[in-house]
């Protein structure tokens, strides 16, 4: 297959997007396929044509004939071209005459099809066969896609059978089945084909989906876009259908697993954005990969998106694909684009989902009266008075469950209407969302309203206007929730005392503890965050000359949030709050761009296409924020800063950051066989310094078709493999706006009892601060097999990072800040990794089962601190970092202890390394504390028996989908999972800890108590003399899981059932995410983010959901 | 378009200036020179460490809320201090960026086409203040780097520690030179009070020849400041009193103020630490009272019969109230708490708003430190005068006449002590005399037997040492 068709059918259609690209493939398709035609209606080829042209090339004629009858003719270029000019003279003569007449003496054959004209080998003409036109039924009907709109030009053929037809301009077909014909096949390319048991029905209404590892799915590169056989980078591609009925409220989580070596980490609370990391972590610092959002580069997350409207996402993963980003391409890039409208097609579709979620999993705490006895032996093993309430601790029975009060089954609403279509100058997407999400922990969550606007518009012939609009309001909220007091209140304290009010500790701190109740903390303080965001650009965009566009782009991202935080005054223990308190903040961050492209697509002497892009962007900056607090409040109705009596306080503050780029890339392509691709951006930031505002960041990637070569011909089984190479050099400018400067600050200091402003220096300047450079070698093969139905890609990478901003070490002695202290671009680090992904169409027919599997290795590794002294990382307080960022390993491996088991008895410890000496025996290492290693033999336990004790970054990370459908049913089943990481389970220091009066796991049930006890877990003791909570391994724990992510069950109403109600399409289905989790970690989940610290978080949580989804 | 692209990718920090358009006008270099003064006020210098080495030279204990509060502090009082103590790391920390403030002025404020007698005034302040801070720094640390101009990466970032020697040669130059530039205190108008004065740089180069022992210079350097209108107040509490401050017998202080919001931790502190940390803890007699800085009975005993100092330095049972309160020992581990800096609660209501000066260099400091060098030149019987002038002051009699060198010595080192307690002075006659030989026979005469030769200088902070590998430790630590 060639793919050097061409439309001419007047520019409208040309301007109609995919439907008529994949139709006149489809078209050909009809072609080879060999079935015989019989459209419904053909009365164009008797037009009669008036047409005088000498010596001409078949090309100029037919867009005379075009001209003059309204004809839209496909054909391929290249069979075309070889065609010798010719002469012809047409007065009255049909259109089929003349093209009978015109083509006689070439290898070119014809057929109109309604008011298409198809041209194709004539060797490729097979023998038609006539109807029977006996025992036949009437069978029509109607083909759209999945958004509903109407394809034109399927094939639709009677199974076993070479006879068939082809859908009109309204996805309308009718064709005469013989009655012993039990199924209809249609076929699209670029389409999945679907089979169709007639069971004696007569209207047969079809939806069909695009296929989507198709070689001539449309790829958005950046400034532009590229068909995938094309692609020389490495680049993921996740559609709309992929991501459609997943029970998650938010696009990031739903990217989860879906691309290779793309992570995404998710958190359970409502609102929050997943975390995303393409290829492993390239910095110490941000990670984040930029995000493009209908052409604008945005910092909003994507949560303020509707999935429903995203059309596609792609992910640039490689440099050669990213560095067309510059300076902001080296943590990869994720470009959303959203949905438009297509010409002449009007529908309406609603979906509606309700979905209820729960904690994955609870931990198992110890109740009361198994706490009293803990604490009992806790305090005497500490030579400590017993808190004579726990004297009977089997009459405290089981107590509380703060879990349980904390946590609950929460709904969540799920709504969205959209409504699209178009003229033939003018298409439009509309749609509005509501979600409305509860949390899981008691008053939090989340609630979004989205309005998508994306309209285009042909204002002339030769221009074109378009513009994207994405508006959200969300409202967070939540009051004080603290999941890790929650686990840590004792069972021994009720939620609300006798007379209703919230009970709290009340007593010796080592008795009862100093948790606030996280009930009363989590009801009473209300904190809301209500966002209001709008991403819109206008495009115009001029076809100047053939083949030669000029696009201009406005954009616009503005983004107000607003912060509240109020708290009564209350006067539960342990620390009263006498003063009410509201806090107010206001945030204001507008940016705008402007970016000018102009593309330019020739193809010479056949075999050399040639594209060319060049362009500029500009982009602005201005954040603003204002925030104001004031405390005791007359009354708890007045909240507003006005009504405030005590305490006032204000500040605000501004920034602001621009950037100047020049980018250009060239694609060429030598006869469909060599590609490559050459990019470079030249990026000025205001976040450099000023001899140092400009980087270049170039790129160059090849690739080789070698399925097109002659020798490959006879190597049936590969439709397509194309092997690919690439470097690129990228930047992250995510360095702070004000790195470079020398800045002084504005301080007071006072004479005779009159402050006066005073300006200094704090911070030692570094004016040669610049971007973090990043170079990446990529190579991979793509592959297809067996028509489509097998697709394989693999990729391999190293990246290194240099130029790593890394904090520098400044002394005491200058007198700048040693706390804080500027960053240096004196850092390296390496990554590299193996991509796999894996499509796979099991079966085809009317029972269809689709796999699609990807699996990613990545290494990591910091190759440069500029010191040696390596950074702690990973704050739990207290100046607790038990991460660090060292020369030689992953980025934050946790650091600490060996543990050696338990101290049976006291000679035992005094045969071991000293760990905590003392004469006082409540005060020292004693039986039942932890043994450690004494790494250095130095018979000491101190700081240099420490080492790395884990890497929180997976090796692998890999996920499956298995679909299934059948007739209208489908189903699929979406595992995903990491392997390799550590997590440091942090919850466990407190809640396993037996150290003070906090709520521990049911695991220290089984704590030593007496010599012989076989056991992990220490003795209970009061302050913990020997540190068995220090950082150690004792805390480290396998990270790895596999998860069924998703599992999705769908039905489509049959046609004959909904047509009545108007619907065209109409879909019912049972959505299910984080299902079940394979693990062997101990805490609530497993998927704890970036760092692997699991300290307190919101459980991510398991939702099941029920959907509708109708399009009429 | 590239020069249009380059005004567009101009963005100055909003919320800051920037050193490239700053030092134009005349309030610039007021601005700088006034920030070189910030760190004085910080609990790194004069609001806690300086203070709390009175703690150190045995006048007092940590007390506050026991166990390990003020754990740094305790450390060094009992002469275990390690080279982590945070305490001595703000003894680093404080000076340095007050050096780095100081020669931002002194690089800057020579070029700007200002009025130039206030130029001259303000390169004087700097390098008064610069003096100053090294002087803190030299006695604490002995050796360190001497650092005379801004630095910037790129800049030798980790010099190895400059002989003492260097850094008083670079003191006496600075102060030397302010001294004959900067106004006499009456020049100043009464907003610019607490400024440095020609008195305070005589004051303080004459306090560094004591430290050097060159006491013909200590004793020109006295006359001087008497010639610039410096006497003793009538009331020695008035140097301790907010309705008194800046007053005649003060060369230099420390400024605070108070009012809400004025900043009060860390290094944004416009308040004074010392009431609030000093007051009796649980007293409710000051706003706060932490109790921290307890006189040691040995220190209480040392006052003379009829000290009219006692009443002002100290609260003991059965001496007069605080503000209509009455003083309970309970209030104290030592049974004794310091009463210098407090201030009642109607001129501080909260914990975070004293606005008490703290005393640097007092006349009666001066007259001491004449009396001490006269003494040591020989001519004990002129000494007495200085001597009697701080004496009569404090209700006590002429010292006995025809007393031998070293009995004078013992009397004026004695009136040190308790005409300066815990001003933050006693530490640096601790090490000062006889090299500090004389200040370990005191302390180890007070059970602080740890004390050793070692203890006269303070670690260099292995903070700093990390940072700065050429930096050697100090002998013993």
């Known amino acids: 297959m060639k793919k050097m068709w061409n439309c001419t059918g007047g520019e409208n259609s040309c301007a109609r997007k995919r439907i008529f690209r994949i139709m006149k493939l489809s078209l050909f398709f009809v072609t080879v396929l060999t079935f015989q035609l019989s459209a419904v209606t053909g009365w164009s080829q008797n037009e009669k044509l008036n047409l005088k042209m000498e010596n001409s090339s078949i090309t100029e004629v037919i867009h005379s004939i075009e001209a003059q009858t309204g004809l839209s003719f496909f054909y391929q270029n290249e069979q075309l071209k070889s065609v010798a000019p010719v002469s012809v003279e047409a007065e009255g003569e049909t259109v089929t005459e003349v093209l009978t007449g015109m083509l006689a003496n070439t290898d070119l054959d014809f057929r109109i099809i309604d008011k298409h004209v198809v041209i194709f080998p004539a060797g490729e003409k097979k023998s038609e066969l006539p109807l029977s036109q006996q025992d036949e039924l009437p069978v029509r009907g109607k083909v759209v896609d999945s958004d509903g709109n109407p394809v034109p030009g399927v094939t639709v053929q009677i199974k076993g059978t070479q006879t068939g037809t082809i859908t009109d301009m309204d996805g309308n077909y009718s064709l005469q089945v013989p009655d012993d014909a039990a199924t209809l096949i249609f076929s699209f390319i670029g389409m999945q084909t679907r089979q169709v048991m007639l069971d004696g029905q007569t209207e047969v209404d079809v939806t069909m989906k695009e296929a989507v590892l198709g070689l001539d799915e449309v790829i958005v590169v950046g400034y532009g876009t590229q068909q995938k056989r094309d692609l020389t980078g490495s680049v993921s591609s996740v559609s709309d259908d992929e991501i459609a009925s997943l029970a998650v409220p938010s696009v990031s989580d739903a990217l989860q697993g879906k691309a290779a070596g793309v992570q995404v980490i998710s958190t359970g609370a409502p609102g929050s954005d997943a975390t995303i990391r393409i290829r492993g972590l390239g910095t110490i610092n941000d990670n984040n990969p930029l995000l493009v959002i209908d052409g604008v580069p945005t910092k909003s997350g994507l949560n303020l998106l509707n999935k429903d409207n995203i059309k596609s996402i792609q992910i640039l993963k490689d440099a050669s694909a990213t560095a067309i980003y510059g300076s902001r391409g080296a943590n990869g890039v994720v470009i959303i684009t959203t949905k438009r409208g297509t010409s002449g097609q009007s529908n309406i579709n609603v979906r509606y989902s309700y979905s209820t979620q729960e904690a994955t999993n609870n931990l198992d705490m110890v109740n009361a009266s198994q706490f009293a006895t803990m604490h009992n032996e806790m305090m005497a093993n500490a030579g400590r008075e017993q808190n004579p309430a726990f004297s009977d601790p089997a009459s405290l029975g089981v107590g509380t469950d703060w879990q349980d009060q904390l946590f609950s089954i929460a709904p969540m609403h799920d709504m969205s209407v959209s409504y699209s279509g178009g003229s033939e100058k003018t298409s439009y997407y509309v749609s509005g969302s509501i979600l409305d999400q509860e949390g899981i922990v008691m008053n939090t969550g989340f609630k979004r309203f989205n309005l998508q606007f994306n309209s285009d518009s042909k204002v002339f012939d030769k221009v074109k206007f378009g513009n994207s609009l994405t508006l959200t309001h969300d409202k967070k909220y939540s009051g004080a929730y603290d999941v890790g007091s929650t686990l840590r209140a004792l069972p021994t304290q009720p939620v609300y005392n006798e007379d209703g009010t919230y009970a709290g500790p009340v007593g010796r701190p080592e008795w009862v503890g100093d948790i606030r109740n996280p009930v009363g903390s989590a009801s009473v303080i209300d904190n809301t965050t209500k966002g209001y965001n709008v991403i819109g650009s206008v495009f115009a965009e001029i076809d100047i000359l053939d083949g030669l566009k000029f696009k201009s782009t406005g954009g616009l991202e503005a983004n107000f949030w607003y912060d509240r935080s109020w708290s009564p005054a209350y006067d539960w223990e342990p620390t009263p709050e006498p003063d009410s308190y509201l806090y107010q903040s206001s945030n204001r961050s507008i940016t705008w761009l402007w970016d000018n492209i102009l593309t330019y697509k020739k193809t010479f002497n056949s075999v050399h296409d040639l594209t060319v892009m060049l362009g500029t962007s500009a982009q602005e900056n201005r954040f603003d924020f204002m925030n104001g607090s004031i405390k005791e409040f007359a009354s708890d109705k007045t909240q507003q800063l006005d009504s405030g009596n005590d305490e006032q306080e204000i500040g605000g503050n501004a920034s602001e950051w621009s950037l100047m780029s020049y980018m250009g890339r060239v694609n060429y392509d030598f006869s469909d066989k060599y590609l490559v691709t050459a990019t470079v951006r030249r990026d000025g930031s205001s976040r450099f310094g000023s001899g140092n505002k400009w980087g270049i960041f170039p790129s160059g990637s090849v690739a080789w078709r070698i399925s097109e070569e002659n020798f490959f011909n006879n190597v049936d089984f590969v439709d397509d493999l194309k092997l690919r190479a690439g470097i690129g050099y990228t930047g992250n400018q995510e360095i702070g706006n004000y790195a470079f400067a020398s800045n002084l600050s504005i301080i007071k200091y006072n004479f005779n009892n009159s402050v006066v402003p005073a300006v200094v220096p704090i911070v030692m300047p570094n004016p040669i601060v610049q971007w973090e450079s990043q170079e990446q070698i990529n190579i991979g093969f793509d592959a297809t097999f067996l028509s489509q139905r097998l697709n394989i890609t693999v990729d391999a990478y190293q990246k290194n990072t240099s130029d790593m901003l890394v904090p520098m070490s400044v002394p005491i002695s200058t007198g700048y800040s040693d706390i804080y202290v500027p960053s240096i671009n004196a850092g390296e680090m390496e990554n590299r990794g193996i991509e796999l992904s894996v499509g796979s169409r099991n079966i085809e027919g009317d029972f269809t089962w689709d796999t699609d599997f990807n699996i990613s290795y990545n290494e990591n590794k910091v190759t440069s601190l500029n010191d040696s002294v390596p950074m702690a990382t990973g704050n739990l307080g207290f100046d607790f970092q038990p991460s660090r960022i060292a020369e030689g390993h992953a980025v934050n491996e946790f650091y600490g202890y060996v543990s050696d088991g338990l101290f049976q008895n006291q000679q035992e410890v005094e045969n071991h390394a000293v760990q905590i000496p003392g004469n006082d025996p409540y005060s020292r290492t004693s039986a039942g504390d932890i043994r450690y290693r004494d790494l250095n033999s130095d018979g000491v336990i101190n700081d240099a028996d420490r080492t790395y004790l884990g890497n929180p970054s997976p090796d692998l990370i890999f996920s499956m989908n298995n679909k299934f459908t059948w007739r209208g049913f489908d189903l699929s089943v979406f595992l995903q999972g990491v392997k390799g990481n550590e997590i440091l389970n942090a919850n466990r220091i407190w809640s396993e800890g037996m150290a003070v009066a906090v709520n521990q796991t049911t695991a220290t049930l089984d704590r030593w108590q007496q010599e012989g006890d076989m056991t992990d877990m220490p003795r209970a003791v009061f302050n913990d003399p020997n540190k068995n909570t220090r950082a150690s391994d004792r805390w480290i724990e396998d990270g790895s899981y596999l998860r069924i992510k998703n599992i999705v069950f769908g039905y489509n109403l049959p046609g004959r059932w909904i047509e009545r109600a108007g619907m065209q399409q109409a879909r019912v289905y049972f959505s299910g995410a984080n299902i079940y989790t394979f693990t062997n970690y101990d805490g609530v989940d497993p998927e704890v983010g970036a760092n692997g610290i699991d300290n307190g978080l919101y459980p991510v949580t398991r939702t099941l959901s029920l959907g509708v989804n109708i399009t009429f | ?477």
């Open chain 2, 1 to 477: 378009m590239t020069a249009c692209g380059e005004d567009f990718l101009i963005k100055a920090p909003l919320d800051s200036i920037n050193t490239e358009n700053f030092f134009e006008t005349e309030q610039d270099a007021i601005y700088a020179i006034n920030g070189a003064y910030q760190p004085l006020q910080w609990p790194k210098l004069y609001n806690m460490r300086m203070w709390t080495t009175d703690i150190m030279a045995g006048n007092s204990i940590v007390g506050a809320g026991g166990g390990d509060d003020g754990r740094e502090t305790q450390d060094l009082a009992n002469f275990v201090t390690t080279t982590d103590n945070p305490g001595v790391l703000d003894l680093f920390r404080g000076p340095a960026p007050g050096i780095l403030r100081s020669n931002v002025v002194i690089e800057n404020v020579p070029g700007m086409d200002i009025d130039e007698d206030l130029k001259e005034r303000i390169i004087g302040e700097a390098k008064f203040l610069r003096a100053h801070y090294y002087f803190i720094m030299v006695r604490f640390f002995g050796d360190v780097p001497l650092i005379l101009e801004p630095q910037e990466p790129g800049d030798d970032l980790r010099p190895s520690r400059t002989n003492k020697e260097e850094v008083y040669q670079q003191i006496i130059a600075d102060l030397t030179d302010a001294k004959t530039s900067l106004p006499v205190k009456s020049e100043y108008s009464d907003a610019d009070q607490g400024r440095a004065t020609r008195g305070a740089a005589a004051g303080l180069l004459a306090k560094v020849y004591l430290a050097r022992g060159e006491w013909q210079k200590v004793v020109d350097l006295a006359d001087e400041v008497a010639t610039l209108g410096y006497e003793l107040n009538d009331n020695y509490g008035d140097n301790f009193q907010v309705s008194t401050e800046n007053s005649k017998e003060s060369l230099f202080e420390v400024q605070y103020v108070g009012g809400a919001g004025e900043g009060f931790w860390d290094n944004e502190n416009q308040a004074s630490w010392l009431s609030t940390f000093t007051g009796p803890r649980n007293s409710n007699m000051v706003a706060g009272g932490w109790g921290w800085n307890q006189p040691t009975e040995e220190f209480v005993n040392s006052y003379e019969d009829g000290d009219l100092r006692k009443d002002v330095t100290v609260l003991y049972e059965g001496g007069p109230d605080f503000d209509g309160m009455q003083y309970d020992p309970a209030y104290s581990v030592t049974g004794y708490n310091l009463r210098k800096f407090l201030v009642t609660k109607s001129i501080a209501d909260a914990y975070d708003n004293s606005p008490l000066n703290f005393p640097v260099l007092r006349y009666a400091d001066v007259l001491l430190m004449k009396a001490e060098a006269l003494n040591e030149l020989g001519q004990t019987a002129d000494a007495e005068t200085p001597l009697n002038a701080v004496r009569d002051r404090a209700g006590l009699p002429d010292i006995e006449s025809g007393l031998s060198k070293e009995d004078f010595r013992a009397k004026v080192l004695h009136e040190r002590r308790m005409e300066l307690a815990f001003e933050g002075q006693r530490w640096f006659d601790i090490i000062r005399v006889e090299d500090g030989q004389w200040g370990l026979d005191f302390l180890h005469s007070i059970g602080r037997v740890n004390a050793s030769e070692k203890h006269l200088l303070l670690p260099i902070p292995q903070k700093e040492i990390d940072a700065n590998p050429n930096l050697e430790q100090n002998t013993g630590y």
